[in-house]
């Protein structure tokens, strides 16, 4: 965002890669790489979008017969997975191809051209060489066939014999219980992911500068020959390999802008390759079962929501709603900009998706009565920050999913702590409102209002809506999306009559690039959590923590510093997928409430987010607010102390995020 590039996510919320870069593919200069790039482009920006309202009339069977005719399917979530992981491949390929993925672009901003030119050609060498480490992963037999010789190998390769015993070969014996669909369907869509993303990633090294292309791959041939020469020396290191790999590598590769999913696989499949013994195939595995959970399914309905919100009008006329009823207070629309994200935020679950909803109806107004920006994009972004508590904010359904919390109850338990963190931000904002900003005019009577009511009730039942279906347990974080999508649907077309067919097909592809560029970080963040447990990390962490003095107090502390860290290096889902189930078993153990633990950590990890130099999410609410992010950091330290206070007095007070459970 800015000087970290989020072209892509609308977050996490991490993204990032920009939104306002999701609709530019990488540039190419020869015509033939052009073709083969606008190729693959156009047939997979179809299918995926073609995959998203497939998702939509799929799960959307499924709650109609359900709840409606009392009859319900079985198939369609075990169909609506499978269609989600070839969904998430598919955007992967989107999200590459348009730079969307998730990346700090800090330190590659600054670099001159020529190490910027080696910079890219080094991220473009990681995405290669991983998307085929994971095609080996994945296709490579475990044990060798016999052949004779060379005609009998690419005799077995042509019969299918070859690939018997590796990965894919194994899946072939398992089916789905209800479609009996064979797994290999699953791998087939890692594969057909993989190979797009490995042709992308040669058709940018081969419009590279060769003389650079050719440095650069022999260089990493030789890094990498060593290293497994080598790899007797990794094993005496121990465990000094995961901060050499997990820690440093990352450090590195996420430094000089290689994407954070493509980073964190590298990493991955270094450290099993050079450490250990055991297989590649097991990063293809714990990416199909993450990629197979039906609980991220929401990820791209409530993105597709997000997105519908603001072309069918809704978010404006809540916003517009929100000025007219508290606008009037010298100060007040900082209270109706907390209060708009406050409504808005957590129905797409992308804090950038929520910014672009908001800043376009009330920033010129606000310019207008002498509000000044730098203040408008530190409460906008702080806002940001409290919103990830939220409901049903992406952030808390993956720590449910990842961390086997009731989402229900972060769904609950967030609530209140967002309520105490707006009043915090509100409070500042008007003590600092003699830096500007005059009330409404007095012609905006309570005639105004009402008729402002009325025109915005379509828009403002659905948040409530979703919020009361989910806390309440009647449907699931994914259901609800799929009835929002039709909700929304049904007022821009019929009631605002705002909504626009053809922009139907650039939201579904906008879908479709973040679903890949957020899940395809998740899976192989998942990846490497496994490597990191398997290691032997979180014994190593528990005692470290178990023998801090102060017990629970001190676990809570050093939580809250962990996290503000990590999301400022970071981004919000990577953090919580890494560090997660790691901590959370530590946190039940010391006797502190799995609810209250998660709203703590996701508000900490929010803070760092949004927490300038390196936060994300500060560049990215500077990107939408179109501010100089320069300017506007002083303006952050009172808002994110404001953060801070309210964070310390969630931690102290549990009943704060139990009492609504």
């Known amino acids: 965002m800015g000087e970290a590039q989020l072209s892509g996510t609308v977050s996490s919320d991490t993204v990032t890669g920009t939104e306002a870069d999701a609709h530019a593919s990488f540039p190419l200069h020869r015509r033939w790489t052009c073709a083969i790039d606008q190729g693959i482009g156009w047939v997979v920006d179809l299918t995926a979008s073609a995959l998203v309202v497939a998702e939509i009339v799929i799960l959307g069977a499924g709650v109609i017969s359900r709840y409606l005719l009392k009859n319900p399917l079985y198939w369609t979530d075990e169909l609506g997975s499978l269609g989600f992981l070839w969904l998430t491949m598919l955007g992967t390929i989107s999200a590459y191809r348009r730079n969307g993925h998730m990346r700090v672009t800090l330190l590659r901003q600054r670099m001159s051209s020529p190490c910027g030119s080696i910079s890219d050609v080094v991220n473009t060498l990681v995405v290669a060489i991983l998307a085929l480490g994971l095609l080996a992963a994945a296709l490579w037999p475990t044990v060798p066939p016999e052949t004779d010789g060379l005609p009998g190998l690419i005799a077995s390769i042509a019969s299918g014999d070859f690939f018997a015993t590796g990965y894919l070969g194994q899946q072939a014996t398992d089916f789905t219980p209800a479609l009996e669909i064979p797994r290999t369907v699953e791998v087939f869509g890692i594969v057909a992911g993989l190979v797009g993303l490995l042709v992308l990633a040669l058709m940018r090294l081969i419009d590279s500068r060769p003389r650079c292309v050719l440095c650069t791959a022999i260089t990493a041939a030789a890094v990498g020959l060593v290293a497994y020469l080598g790899r007797d020396t990794f094993a005496a290191l121990g465990n000094l390999n995961l901060i050499l790999f997990f820690v440093v590598f990352n450090s590195v590769a996420i430094g000089i802008g290689i994407p954070i999913a493509f980073a964190f696989g590298a990493a991955t499949i270094s450290y099993l390759l050079l450490v250990t013994g055991v297989p590649l195939s097991i990063v293809i595995g714990q990416m199909t079962d993450c990629l197979s959970n039906l609980v991220l399914v929401a990820i791209p309905l409530f993105v597709l929501l997000g997105l519908l919100m603001e072309s069918a ?90 961390c086997s919390v009731s989402i229900q109850s972060l769904f609950t338990g967030g609530l209140l702590p967002a309520v105490v963190a707006s009043l915090f931000l509100i409070v500042t904002a008007l003590i600092r409102a003699g830096n500007g900003g005059s009330e409404l005019k007095a012609t905006d009577g309570a005639k105004s209002r009402w008729r402002a009511f009325v025109v915005a009730l379509p828009g403002l039942a659905l948040p409530f809506l979703i919020r009361f279906f989910v806390v309440s347990g009647l449907t699931t974080a994914t259901e609800v999306s799929t009835a929002g999508v039709v909700y929304t649907l049904i007022v821009g077309l019929l009631v605002y009559r705002e909504f626009d067919w053809r922009q139907a097909y650039p939201m579904l592809r906008e879908t479709a690039v973040l679903t890949g560029a957020i899940v395809f970080m998740i899976a192989t963040a998942t990846a490497m959590s496994w490597a990191l447990t398997q290691a032997g990390f ?121 009492i609504l459970l």
Do not use: W
Request: hydrophobic share 60%.
């Open 313 to 402: 009008g809704i978010a404006r006329r809540l916003v517009e709603l929100i000025a007219l009823l508290v606008g009037r207070l010298r100060g007040g629309m900082y209270i109706v900009l907390v209060a708009a994200m406050f409504l808005v935020s957590g129905i797409s679950g992308s804090k950038l998706a929520d910014m672009a909803a908001v800043t376009p109806v009330l920033f010129p107004e606000m310019e207008r009565r002498g509000y000044k920006r730098t203040e408008m994009i530190a409460l906008l972004a702080t806002s940001g920050a409290m919103a990830e508590l939220i409901p049903p904010a992406l952030v808390l359904i993956i720590v449910g999913t990842v």
């Open 538 to 658: 979180a014994t190593t962490l528990a005692d470290v923590v178990e023998h801090a003095p102060g017990g629970k107090v001190t676990f809570v502390a050093l939580s809250i510093i962990l996290f503000i860290v990590l999301g400022s290096l970071l981004e919000g889902i990577p953090v919580i997928v890494l560090f997660g189930p790691l901590l959370f078993p530590i946190a039940s153990q010391m006797g502190v409430n799995q609810v209250h633990y998660a709203i703590i950590v996701v508000l900490a990890m929010s803070i760092g987010m949004f927490a300038p130099p390196i936060g994300i999410g500060y560049y990215g609410a500077c990107v939408v607010g179109k501010c100089d992010p320069d300017k506007a950091m002083l303006a952050m330290i009172p808002y994110l102390a404001a953060l801070i206070g309210a964070l310390l007095i969630i931690a102290e007070l549990p009943f704060l995020s139990t």
